[in-house]
């Protein structure tokens, strides 16, 4: 029954031979708990208690939640098998609780650290790769848009009379965010730049030196090479910036469904794992200052 499965995920399903593998050693791990081993293994004998145990057992000998998440998923990839084979009945792992996985929080730049950045007084203004590249870091902070939504940004999106800019987001869906006058000043002459140096006709807002429109490599490589000069986060990327953003935004006290909108989530779980990160530094700060905290 095992290799009938490990052989339709490598040939139905064409999975890599690298999860093939791992599938078949959590499946084995499984036969190994049950002191049985797969030649001898009936699927009518399991009841979803000794699933239960399993889970219990690897829980008490320290594996992580993820870890353990990942051999259920691969038992029930099984049963779901033997059951498409009709090699089984019932399904013991159909209402398995699994423990929760603990989410990471995002992490986010300093406010100092990307002020460090975008208000830089060194900045060359003759030369529009240094200009175009602090700008796209004060875009990214100062509205939280996607790296695929700042890419695809025309000059025709931004209002700078109103101060407005216009993103197309996931699933097409179009939301409007405000920009206040310092960046409006910033674009306005980072687009007066972009005429004199690339020449008028450019569509996108964000061009390279050829006039082309910029990529996703690139402008994460412009990102990491700008913030690693201020910050010591092991990780840099657009999507920090868009962390620091809401993270800003909340600590500042903005209400959390403005900023669902302003990021575009369409769920408001997605915005409260921002308001997680503010909880950590409050809880942090009364650990340092209250007297009685341990």
């Keep these: ?10 040939y139905e399903k064409n999975y890599s031979s690298h999860t093939v ?5 959590d499946i084995n791990q499984f036969f190994h708990f049950l002191k049985t081993d797969p030649e001898h293994f009936s699927p009518s004998d399991v009841e ?6 399993w889970i ?29 084979q009709n090699l089984a009945q019932v399904n013991p792992t159909l209402k398995i609780v699994l423990p929760k996985t603990k989410k990471p929080l995002p ?36 509205t939280g848009i996607r790296l695929s939504e700042l890419i695809n940004v025309k000059e ?26 310092l960046l409006c000043e910033k674009i306005s002459a980072y687009i007066d730049k972009k005429e004199e140096f690339v020449g008028p006709g450019n569509s996108y807002l964000f061009v390279r030196t050829n006039g082309m429109k910029m990529y996703p ?18 990780q840099i990327s657009p999507h920090v910036l868009r962390h620091s953003f809401a993270t800003a935004l909340l600590d500042g006290g903005a209400d959390i469904n403005a900023v669902k909108e302003l990021l575009g989530h369409s769920s408001l779980a997605a915005t409260q794992v921002y308001t997680h990160t503010g909880f950590e530094t409050l809880h942090n700060i009364y650990k340092q200052a209250h007297p009685r905290a341990k």
């Design 107 to 142: 992490v986010f730049f300093k406010h100092r650290e990307v002020s460090q950045v975008i208000t830089d007084p060194h900045i060359p203004q003759d030369n529009f790769e240094r200009v175009r590249d602090v700008l796209i870091v004060a875009v990214f902070y100062m």
């Design 156 to 181: 025709s999106d931004v209002d700078l009379v109103a101060g407005e800019l216009r993103v197309i987001g996931k699933r097409n869906k179009e939301r409007i965010i405000p920009l206040d006058k």
């Design 56 to 84: 219990l057992e690897m829980m008490q000998r320290g594996m992580s939640a993820r870890s353990i998440s990942r051999k259920v998923s691969a038992l029930k990839s099984f049963w779901n098998y033997l059951l498409k």
């Design 217 to 234: 490599k690139l402008v994460s490589n412009i990102i990491r090479k700008l913030m690693s000069q201020v910050s010591t986060l092991p």
């Design 21 to 25: 593998l791992s599938y078949s050693t």
């Design 48 to 53: 979803p208690v000794m699933v239960q145990q």
């Design 1 to 10: 029954m095992l290799n009938g499965f490990l052989q339709y995920l490598q």
